[in-house]
């Protein structure tokens, strides 16, 4: 299910900037919480005790990349080059053209300049903010 955020009363034309959730409803570890906002269809994901919001579109072909995706553990290479598992959870898995992107940066492992649209998330006090002010 999609959260969405009602608009604004008579007259008001401009789509809110922000919504707001209680933090009881973020995401656990590993797991997606679809938000709507302004027209923009959201991801909410917990990697670790962090929460990150991305834009639901692959920038690879445009599929629906939060909605459809997989959250997956990556496998990392080590120095001494064994195999060890990444941070559980870390990778959203496109389900068009599987390709992975981080939940934390938006970038895709293997190609640095494909990046997933990345949306501020703060606490505030018990609240979860998602703004449609783009992350850095």
Known sequence: AVLRLAGGGAGVSR???ELRLP??????PGERRMVELGGHRIGLYRVGEELH?????????????CSSGQV???????????LDLGAEGALIRCPWHKWDFDIATGTCPVDGHMRVG?????????EVVVSLDRSA
């Not at 933090?23 to 656990?28: C, D, F």
């Not at 639901?56 to 445009?62: A, F, V, W």
């Not at 990345?118 to 018990?126: M, P």
């Open 72 to 82: 997956v553990t990556s496998i990392e290479r080590r120095a001494d080059g064994t």
């Open 15 to 17: 789509p809110p900037a």
């Open 53 to 65: 919001a991305l834009a639901d579109r692959c920038p690879h072909r445009g599929a629906p990349l």
């Open 118 to 126: 990345r949306y501020t998330v703060r606490r505030d006090g018990d």
């Open 23 to 28: 933090l009881a409803e973020a995401p656990a």
